[in-house]
């Protein structure tokens, strides 16, 4: 096992309720350690690059302008198994689907309004984390709490 970072997005739906400290306290008590975090608005040209795959689908302009409708709150979150970790915290994409308990279990009933993006596998997390992420943006510091969060070997 060794570490891994993440791309979380608080999404607009995220942001305009209020929930950025709830959804990242959640993360942090997890135990995943926060490498990067900024407040930004997204672009037509950046979301076309990032939902590429969703281009030729009929709600693609739809999730862009959703996407655009404020700023967004993009992070990057370390931790062993990060991604798996934080997509297993997020729950199923549609939250009316997503168990209680998870992220969008908690807080969403949309699919579309689903409060958070996050990678869906390590390759692409180092893509999209390059997207948004200038790399001085993103630091390594120690983290004084992980013999209490993980023990040696799961670290390396």
């Known amino acids: 096992m060794s570490l891994e970072r993440t791309l979380v997005i608080l999404k607009p739906s995220a942001v305009q309720r209020g929930l950025v400290g709830e959804i990242t306290s959640r993360f942090e008590r997890k135990g995943l350690r926060l490498a990067g975090m900024k407040m930004m608005q997204l672009t037509d040209e950046l979301l076309s690059e990032h ?37 297993a915290m997020t729950g199923a994409t549609n939250g009316r689907n997503a168990v209680p308990g998870t992220i969008r279990g908690d807080y969403s009933v949309s699919a579309q309004e689903n409060i958070v993006h996050t990678s869906d596998s390590p390759e692409n997390a180092v893509v999209e984390l390059n997207r948004f992420f200038k790399p001085e943006e993103i630091f390594d510091y120690k983290l004084n709490a992980m013999p209490y969060i993980n023990y040696a070997e799961e670290c390396e």
């Not at 302009?61 to 997509?87: D, F, H, L, T």
């Open 51 to 87: 939902y590429a795959h969703l281009a030729g689908k009929p709600f693609f302009a739809r999730v862009k302008n959703s996407m655009m409708a404020s700023p967004v709150i993009v992070c990057c979150y370390e931790g062993v198994e990060a991604v798996q970790v934080v997509r």
